[in-house]
């Protein structure tokens, strides 16, 4: 597996907007219905940040919620950082430099975690799904929003197509077509709905299950310690 520190700070500068771009805006609506998931919780764990965009919809959405937001790219944190300080965030979300594969706190910390399209860039997925159950309280909550492969068979391939040669190929415009292909290439190549469903329930997590989101191109996973 590449370097995905080095991949998502080579492509910072431009992801946000990418992300609107490929996406067509509609990836706002699906970081949206996460942070809705949030309604009772105190504190709570991005991880795989990036620009803190889940971070700040759960600040906005629910004003109580504290939430730590970690993530191995320095590009990354240094932009969320500047988004966090021109919404005055400052006191509910904190930056961390870290990796889910070894999350720097204490046991039975956090309330809920969130992940929005970044567990599949894990290193190991699996340590970090064990991590994750690690510092979560009893009862809490994990929230993942990932990639999927639709299941309409004249939509599909309309779909990967576009996924795996139209986005690198955007992604080129700015210098970074390695970079969107692998990014294309690992989201195809992870466990889909009911495969990932059960790596939850090996990690430990109890109450597994998903729901699709824009004819099956995202889904949202949950799962409970």
Same mark, same amino acid.
């Given at each position: ?51 803190? @965009? ?61 992940i929005a399209f970044g567990i599949r860039n894990t ?31 004249i939509f599909k391939p309309l779909y990967m197509f ?11 415009? /700015?210098?970074?077509?390695? @970079? ?31 729901? @699709? ?7 949202? /996973?949950?799962?409970?310690?």
């Amino acid at each position: 597996m590449p370097e995905t520190k080095k991949i998502f700070d080579e492509v910072a500068k431009h992801y946000d907007w990418l992300n609107t771009l490929f996406s067509l805006g509609i990836h706002k609506l699906w970081r949206k219905k996460l942070a809705d998931e949030l309604f009772d919780t105190a504190y709570n764990l991005d991880i795989a940040t990036g620009t803190a @965009e889940v971070a700040i919809e759960v600040a906005i959405k629910h004003p109580s919620v504290r939430t730590v937001g970690i993530d191995p790219s320095m590009n990354m944190l240094r932009l969320a950082k500047k988004k966090i300080e021109d919404l005055d965030f400052k006191e509910k979300i904190v930056l961390v430099s870290a990796t889910a594969e070894n999350l720097p706190f204490e046991e039975k910390q956090f309330d809920s975690v969130t992940i929005a399209f970044g567990i599949r860039n894990t290193v190991d997925y699996k340590l970090s799904l064990k991590e994750i159950r690690r510092v979560l309280r009893k009862n809490g909550r994990l929230f993942i929003l990932e990639f999927a492969i639709p299941r309409n068979p004249i939509f599909k391939p309309l779909y990967m197509f576009y996924f795996k040669v139209l986005m690198p190929l955007v992604g080129s415009i /700015y210098g970074r077509g390695k @970079e969107y292909k692998y990014l294309a290439e690992s989201a195809a190549s992870f466990p889909q709905r009911e495969d990932f469903l059960r790596n939850l329930k090996n990690a430990g997590f109890q109450d597994c299950r998903y729901s @699709e989101l824009t004819m099956g191109v995202v889904a949202l /996973y949950y799962a409970t310690k």
